[in-house]
Nanobody
Framework: QVQLVESGGGLAQAGGSLRLSCAAS????????MGWFRQAPGKEREFVAT????????YVDDSVKGRFTISRDNAQNTVYLQMDSLKPEDTAVYLC???????????????WGQGTQVTVSS
């Protein structure tokens, strides 16, 4: 079992920044690829970014490319999502997840956090 707890969400103005964190516990953190997803009200969960177990491979969705950066600190069992140049359409609940492999598909992820709300005002 892997437990995931997100933090760092909140209210930001358009053009601003937030940094999300996801703390993991339960198993060897570096064994897992990590992903960030988001879900807005009335919409399906969508992929944001993923990073491999040792951080050598990273991939972000085109909708956030150049604005969001995923990183991890395996010594701290934490994955981060740095969000810059925020837009109102980034408003959603952001969830982190753990998987055996990097993937853009939510179905590939076994463990999920509860999510943290990000609201961007115009």
């Amino acid at each position: 079992q892997v437990q995931l707890v997100e933090s760092g969400g909140g209210l930001a103005q358009a053009g601003g920044s937030l940094r999300l964190s996801c703390a993991a516990s339960g198993r060897t953190f570096s064994d897992y690829a990590m992903g960030w997803f988001r879900q807005a009200p009335g919409k399906e969960r969508e992929f944001v970014a993923t990073i491999s177990g040792r951080g050598r491979y990273r991939y972000v969705d085109d909708s956030v490319k150049g604005r969001f950066t995923i990183s991890r600190d395996n010594a701290q069992n934490t994955v981060y999502l740095q969000m810059d140049s925020l837009k109102p359409e980034d408003t959603a609940v952001y969830l982190c997840a753990a998987s055996g492999t990097t993937s853009v598909s939510a179905s590939e992820y076994t463990y999920w956090g509860q999510g943290t709300q990000v609201t961007v005002s115009s």
